[in-house]
């Protein structure tokens, strides 16, 4: 089976300033990794997904994300924030033999204060 | 294209009354999951559903929740006699192939609330 940690529950940080949300997973297989973001009394949206090949990721919005096989980590980051990031972030790992389901992180609630 | 579409957004249930719980996935996708989200926590699974078929159902409590997906219409999540710890929000999603690599399209949510 497989699990996501997120070591932050809430990042708070100034607009225009860089930020990094930590995502750690357990597996004894291959993953496919995932960051959805929710806003507020929203569903959740792909953010961006790393499912093989370069390890750097990018979304149109300016995240990118690194998959870090040795240390098992999949940190989602922005060097620069707007306050239209404010949002809760959910990493989410799944394997080919995991029956599509998602397993999800706690959660990092990103906070961009003016 | 429509997204994945869920009603109703809100549902106040009484303590042993039964919840229905409505999700039409994104035209062309025949692959649905539900999701629960308790309060400050992240999503946890609970049923992968294929029309007229469960895939898996390991993330369903045992007693009185089901799933159905039929061959015409929406999925349905039912709970039963329903209790304050069913007080989350159920989320929806689907996908096109049913492959691990799919991405997962969510709907906005059902928020439930038991009295």
């Known amino acids: 089976a497989q699990s996501v940690t997120q070591l932050d529950s809430q990042v708070p940080v100034f607009e225009e300033a860089p930020v990094e949300l930590r995502c750690n997973y357990s597996?004894?297989?291959?993953?496919?990794l995932f960051w959805y973001v929710q806003y507020p009394n929203q569903g959740l949206q792909l953010l961006l997904k790393?499912?093989?090949?370069?390890?750097l990721v990018e979304s149109i919005n300016g995240f990118e994300a690194e998959f870090n096989k040795s240390q098992t980590s999949f940190h989602l980051r922005k060097p620069s924030v707007h306050i239209s990031d404010t949002a809760e972030y959910f990493c989410?790992?799944?394997?080919?033999?995991?029956?599509?389901?998602?397993?999800f992180g706690g959660g990092t609630r990103l906070m961009v204060k003016p | 294209n429509a997204g994945v579409m869920q009603n109703p957004r809100h549902l106040v249930r009484r303590r042993g009354q039964e919840a229905r719980l409505r999700c039409s996935p994104m035209?062309?996708?025949?692959?649905v999951y539900w999701y629960r989200q308790l309060p400050e926590e992240g999503l946890k699974f609970m049923v992968y559903?294929?029309?007229?078929?469960?895939?898996?159902e390991s993330g369903m409590p045992k007693e009185r929740f089901s799933a159905e997906f039929p061959k015409e219409g929406p999925s349905i999540l039912r709970i039963q006699q329903v209790v304050r710890g069913d007080s989350a929000a159920y989320f929806c999603?689907?996908?096109?192939?049913?492959?691990?690599?799919?991405?997962?399209?969510f709907g906005p949510g059902t928020r439930l609330t038991v009295l």
């Open positions: 989410a790992v799944t394997t080919n033999n995991a029956g599509n389901m998602l397993t």
């Open positions: 035209k062309g996708h025949s692959h």
């Open positions: 559903l294929q029309k007229e078929n469960i895939i898996d």
């Open positions: 597996s004894s297989v291959s993953v496919y």
């Open positions: 790393y499912l093989s090949g370069s390890t």
């Open positions: 999603a689907s996908s096109p192939l049913g492959a691990a690599t799919d991405t997962q399209y």
